[in-house]
């Protein structure tokens, strides 16, 4: 058992709370640590979340746990009325550790399920001791552990919020038999799968026709949403992703077959409805976790921006955009291609080009009528060989794409999480016409790493630079250091502050830098 540092501080990243902090947030059920923390209530024997409407159990009688998992193998049961599974997911980055955050996206992929805990630690280049301790350190639990209660959480998600049938949701959740399925959950809830779905409220019953599955997941505020869909609409490849005010939705592939994907924000509600149009329940799980990844949806907000707030540089784009977060591409691979397309370019005419590209060499594929999609983008076996002529597209970048694709269909290149962001900056620098703000781009957008940072992008240098400054990489490099473990989202945090038509003026004058 590893519980939270309850009698001296706890932390999370490399911002500290401590007891008396969390127990007002507690008594006030305040959502900023929801998914942070789950408190296991020794009277009950059951654990919640910090928002649970139950009556607030004495301060003597909780203990407090970094992660469901560290809960359950504690000895809690879920609770029924707060639901766990639906607390956002334990930030990623706990700790600061990349390796871990790699982890838990592969595990969400299956890898432990495919090849075990070699497979797993050989897929984030570390040991698998190694791996076992970091697991213990960053979220006090076994690996197997973590996985085990994923796939609870899923299932039990799953059984609230649709009608699928009980096969449907064993083996989306990932249980390899109807057997092991009812055993886990007379484990863990004391009763069947089907007697929990009778029990479960009205307000969870799913309401979706059955042309598409529906699902609900949560994040903490603060989230400045409605800027990450503008900056996702103003990059969005027409007839593959379609963006407006309050949603994304996109073209894929999955297990072989087209898909349809949309994600709308709820208004103040912390949550996000997830539309999956397909029949690849199998791939629920994968699916879901993208979209965690792609909107960040695990993130402090709360803890990033406190950190980044303790530069003089920062602070006035902290408050001026709270809630900021980073956009993750939902295909590596695609955003690495545009990329390219965007060297030397404008936005829009980088858009132009990724359009021609998906509508010559893409699948065609026949959309849900409130969805305007009409391809899903190229695979890389699409595009190792082909010529692109006729697009508009220079012979330089022509070949630079054909390399990608190539090094991705040979596994050389890889956007699972599998691979740490210094090793895949070099790998990709390799091929001729990617340089290094390319390849810090891709990184960027396409790794889900909260440190990644572009510092030889030409307008992150303009935006960081005090009044009569200038900064080079370098110089840039160094004054970041300060912005760790998140310097990501200070990226973004610049960005927008250029994009918005500050000026250098508007950050005050710092001395001692």
């Known amino acids: 058992m590893v519980p939270l540092r309850s009698t001296s501080g706890s932390e999370c990243g490399d911002v500290q709370w401590h007891p008396e902090e969390f127990e007002r947030a507690r008594l006030a059920r305040d959502p900023h640590f929801d998914g942070r923390v789950f408190i296991g209530v020794l009277t009950t024997g059951i654990y919640c979340r910090p928002v649970c409407p139950a009556r607030i159990p004495r301060r003597e009688n909780i203990r407090l746990y970094a992660s469901a998992a560290a809960a359950a193998e ?174 994304y939705a996109r073209s894929l592939m999955l297990e072989g077959d087209v898909a349809f994907l949309q994600v709308q924000f709820l208004h103040d509600t912390h949550q996000v409805l997830v539309r999956l149009y397909g029949s690849q329940i199998r791939s629920l799980a994968q699916v879901l976790e993208r979209v965690r990844v792609m909107f960040d949806l695990k993130a402090v907000s709360a803890d990033v921006d406190a950190h980044l707030a303790q530069d003089p540089r920062l602070q006035p784009l902290v408050a001026a955009y709270p809630g900021t977060r980073v956009p993750v591409a939902w295909d590596g691979f695609e955003v690495a291609v545009r990329a390219i397309l965007g060297q030397q370019v404008s936005v829009k005419a980088a858009t132009t080009l990724v359009a021609r590209l998906a509508a010559a060499y893409g699948r065609p594929c026949v959309a849900p009528a409130a969805l305007p999609l009409t391809h899903v983008f190229p695979e890389p076996a699409a595009l190792a060989e082909a010529t692109l002529d006729g697009l508009g597209i220079t012979a330089r970048r022509i070949a630079a794409i054909q390399s990608l694709a190539r090094a991705v269909q040979a596994g050389e290149l890889r956007f699972d999480g599998s691979m740490a962001t210094a090793a895949f900056v070099t790998r990709i620098q390799q091929i001729p016409g990617i340089g290094p703000w390319t390849a810090q781009y891709i990184a960027l957008r396409a790794l889900n790493d909260a440190d990644a940072f572009p510092h030889a992008d030409l307008i992150l240098l303009r935006a960081a630079a005090l009044p009569g400054e200038t900064l080079d990489p370098a110089a840039l490099l160094a004054l970041a250091e300060r912005w760790r473990p998140w310097r990501a989202y200070a990226v973004l945090l610049l960005w927008r502050h250029h994009a918005d038509g500050a000026t250098a003026a508007r950050i005050p004058t710092v001395t001692g830098d």
């Open 74 to 247: 504690a000895g809690f049961r879920p609770c029924l009325r707060c639901r766990p599974e639906s607390a956002p997911g334990t930030p990623a980055w706990l700790g600061t550790s990349h390796t871990v955050a790699r982890a838990l996206q592969l595990l969400a992929q299956g890898v432990l399920d495919e090849g075990g805990m070699p497979a797993l630690a050989r897929a984030v280049g570390v040991g698998e001791r190694q791996l076992a301790r970091l697991f213990q350190t960053h979220l006090g639990v076994s690996v197997v552990t973590v996985a085990k209660t994923q796939r609870l959480q899923l299932a039990k998600k799953l059984l609230d919020e649709t009608d699928l049938p009980m096969a449907s949701v064993c083996f989306a959740a990932g249980f390899s038999s109807i057997r092991r399925f009812n055993a886990v959950f007379a484990e863990i809830y004391g009763r069947t799968p089907l007697s929990l779905r009778r029990t479960r409220p009205e307000s969870c019953a799913a309401t979706a026709p059955p042309t598409h599955l529906t699902l609900r997941l949560h994040y903490r505020p603060p989230f400045d949403w409605a800027a990450m869909l503008d900056y996702l609409q103003r990059r969005a490849i027409p007839g593959v992703e379609w963006v407006t005010r309050d949603s």
